[in-house]
């Protein structure tokens, strides 16, 4: 059973930055992948970024390209997302999310096995 645990959200002034990290344990696969998904109240999950087990292929959602930057430290077991020039549309609650059943990276939350509890950004203009 693969384990989740993000931190680093917070609350911030519009253009300011955040460092969102997901450490996982109990992994069995060496090949995988890892996702950024963020929700907001009353809507669905939606995909921000994601990330291979290599680290050699990264997508993001059109909204934060050139803003948020994914990248991995395989030897600490962490996926990160750094999220700068945070906007108010940015505010939500963020998770991670990874999966052994796929190489290449997905962008709908039904692809991935397993979460963490979340971490809420607020971003205030």
């Known amino acids: 059973q693969v384990q989740l645990v993000e931190s680093g959200g917070g609350a911030v002034q519009a253009g300011e930055s955040l460092r969102l990290s997901c450490t996982a344990s109990?992994?069995?696969?060496?090949?995988?992948?890892t996702a950024w998904f963020r929700q907001t109240p009353g809507r669905e999950r939606t995909f921000v970024a994601g990330i291979n087990s290599r680290g050699s292929a990264t997508q993001y959602t059109s909204s934060v390209k050139g803003r948020f930057t994914i990248s991995s430290d395989n030897a600490l077991n962490t996926v990160y997302l750094q999220m700068n020039n945070l906007k108010a549309e940015d505010t939500a609650v963020y998770s991670c999310?990874?999966?052994?059943?796929?190489?290449?990276?997905?962008?709908?939350?039904?692809?991935?096995?397993?979460w963490g509890q979340g971490t809420q950004v607020t971003v205030s203009s």
């Open positions: 999310a990874t999966t052994a059943r796929y190489s290449a990276i997905q962008s709908f939350s039904r692809d991935y096995d397993y």
């Open positions: 109990g992994r069995t696969s060496r090949t995988y992948i």
